[in-house]
């Protein structure tokens, strides 16, 4: 089992960054795929980017070169630095961690004016 919780979440205006924060819980948080999603207004969840186990990230497109995703294994945290943030980036923002199964947080909303 494994418990996620976000932060970081808030108002920003377009051109701005803000940086999302996942603490977890479990024995084996370093053996865990790590993702954040985003699920904006009216649409469906959608992955934004992961980190697996051994470090390897990858991106959608629409956030490439603006996003990072990054993990610590010694304190169980992922975090997500995003940059050059869009309104079209507003969105609840979600943890999860995969091993055999998915795991979610309850999410932290972002929300970019223009």
């Known amino acids: 089992q494994v418990r996620l919780v976000e932060s970081g979440g808030g108002l920003v205006q377009a051109g701005g960054s803000l940086r999302l924060s996942c603490a977890a819980s479990?024995?084996?948080?370093?053996?865990?795929?790590m993702a954040w999603y985003r699920q904006a207004p009216g649409k469906q969840r959608e992955l934004v980017a992961r980190?697996?186990?051994?470090?390897?990230?990858d991106y959608a497109d629409s956030v490439k070169g603006r996003f990072t995703i990054s993990r610590d294994n010694a304190k169980k945290m992922v975090f997500l630095q995003m940059n050059t943030l869009k309104p079209e980036d507003t969105a609840v923002y979600y943890c999860?961690?995969?091993?055999?199964?998915?795991?979610w947080g309850t999410g932290t909303l972002v929300t970019v004016s223009s």
């Open positions: 479990g024995k084996i948080f370093n053996a865990y795929n």
């Open positions: 999860n961690a995969f091993l055999g199964g998915d795991y």
């Open positions: 980190i697996t186990s051994g470090g390897s990230t």
